[in-house]
C-alpha cells in the first residue's frame, strides 16, 4: 500500500528517471523500464510451487487468480528445488528501485520475483500475470529479465458516486482492474449535490435525507427532461471498512473527497442551518454548478465539518483528504449580511479570500490530524469559471503550506504557478484526463498521449508533479454499462502515462498487450469501448 506520510515524502517514489533504454519492449501495460528476453520457456502446471517468502498475502492472491482464470491449483510451499515461483524481499534494492519497483526473472528452470517491499513483489505479479500464454492446456511464460520501477508514486482513478451511486461489488472491480494496471490511489467522490454517500453517524441525515432524490436531469447540461426515477444510496461505515481493506490487500490507497464549501446542496437538504439562508431545500436532480455553499463564516457550521472530518480520518488510513473545493458560487455569500460582516472583521477583501481562509482552517485541522490536505485548483483562488466575477478572486490571503494541488482547469502555467510556490501537483488535466468525455474528444491514442509533467515546465519543479488522475465523473453515467464503457480500454492508457516514461512508450506496442485485456473483459463481461 502506498505510504504516504504527512509530509508526503515521495523521494523515491515521483520521477524515478530510467538511464537506459530498454532492449526490447514487451506485452506488459504499462510498459516495464528495462527488458531483457532470454532464451527458452517456463511451463506453468499445478506442479508449480509458489514459494511466498514473507509475501504470503501476495502469494494467495496469485494463487487464486491462477485458479480462476487458468483453473491451476498450484499449492504454497517453504521450499522447492526447481518449477517454482519464489519471492523475496531485499531491502537493498530500495535504493534503485523505491518501494513499488521489482525485478521479475524468468528462465526455464523457475521464476523469481525480488523487490525492497510486498508491493514491488505486488507489481511483479501483476507483469507476470500478463506473460502467461494458454495453449489449450498448456500454460508457458517466455524467459525473460525485467526491472521495473513507476515513473510518478501517485497514479490514481477517481469514481464519482455523489451523481450516481454504483455499489461495493463495482467499487472493488474497479479495483481488481486498476490493481493488475498498477494503479495506486482511489480516488473516491463521496458527496456532491446530488448525493451524500458516505455514513456520517452523528449526523444521520445526511443519508436518509441527503443519499435520496426523486429524479434525475436526462440528456444534456440544459436539458429541462427528468426520468422521474428516485435514486438513492449510500456506504455504511462498516461496507467503507471492507472496501479499504480490499484495496490495502492490492496495494491501493483509498483517497475519500467530502466537498465543501461548494457542491454541498445534499447536506443543505439535510441540515438547511447549512446553508446562509436556512432554507429548506430538496437534493437536486439537476447537473451542473448549484447556488447553494456552506455557511462558512458560521462556526456551527465549522464545527459540522470538523466532526464529519473526524468520523473520515478515523475510517481512513490515507494520508491525504480531499475536500474538493472546486466551482463556487459567490452569489449567497456575497448577499449574506452576516458573512460579510465575518469578512470585514476577518480584514478578507473577497469571497475567494474568504474560501482561502477557509480552506486553510481545514488544511490546519487535518495537518493537527496527520493528514493533508488536496483541493481542486480553485483552491488557489484563481479565476476558472464564467460564472466568477473578476473581483470576487482578487485574493491576497496564501493557500496554506503543504497543500495539495489538483490541477483540472486553466491554462496549464497555472501548474508553474502553484509549483512555484512551493505546492505539489496531481495533474489531472480535464482536456486530457476526464472520462466522461467522449472518445471524440479524448481517442485512446489522446488519452495515452497525456504526460502529467507539462511541457516547457522547468525541470527544477518536475518532483513537484505527484503524479496523475484520471476522472469518472458520474452526471451522466445512470448504470455500470454506461460507465465501463467510458472507462475501458482509456484506464490502461492512463496507468501507463502514470508509470512509464515517456521514452518507453509507444501506442503501437501498448495496442498489441491491450489484446490481454480486450480478452480479460470479455470473459468478464465488461462491455468496453472497441
Known sequence: ???LRSTLAFAGLLLLSVSTMPLQAINIIPQPSEVKTLSGTFSLSGATAIIPGKCAGEANQLQQA???TYGLSLTL??????NYIRFSLDA???????????QLQVTPDNITITAATSTGVFYGIQSLRQLITANGSAYTINAVSIKDKPRFGWRAFMLDEGRYFKGGETVKHLLDEMALLK???FHWHLTDDQGWRIEIKKYPLLTTVGSKRDSTQSGTWNSKVYDGKPHEGFYTQEQIKDIIKYAADRHITIVPEIEMPGHSSAAIAAYPWLGTTHTPIKVPGKFGVHYDVFNVSDPKVIAFLEDVLQEVIALFPSKVIHIGGDEVKYDQWKADAGVNAYMKAHKLGSPADLQIAFTNNISN?????????????EIMGTKLHEFTDS???SATEKLAAGTIVQFWKGELKLITDAVSKGYDVINSYHAMTYLDYSYKEISLEKAYSFDPIPEGLDPKFHSKIL????QMWGEWIPDVKTMNHQVFPRLAAYAEDGWTIPANKNFTQFSDALQYFYTRWDKEGIQYNK
Open 92 to 102: 537493498k534494492l530500495e535504493k534503485e528501485l523505491g518501494k513499488e519497483g521489482y
Open 183 to 185: 494503479m495506486n490511489v
Open 365 to 377: 485541522y487535518l495537518a493537527g490530524k496527520k493528514r493533508r490536505m488536496a483541493g481542486w485548483n
Open 66 to 68: 491462477l485458479q480462476e
Open 391 to 393: 473581483k470576487d478572486v
Open 467 to 470: 503524479g496523475s488522475g484520471c
Open 77 to 82: 510451499k517453504p521450499a522447492a528445488k526447481n
Open 1 to 3: 500500500m502506498l505510504k
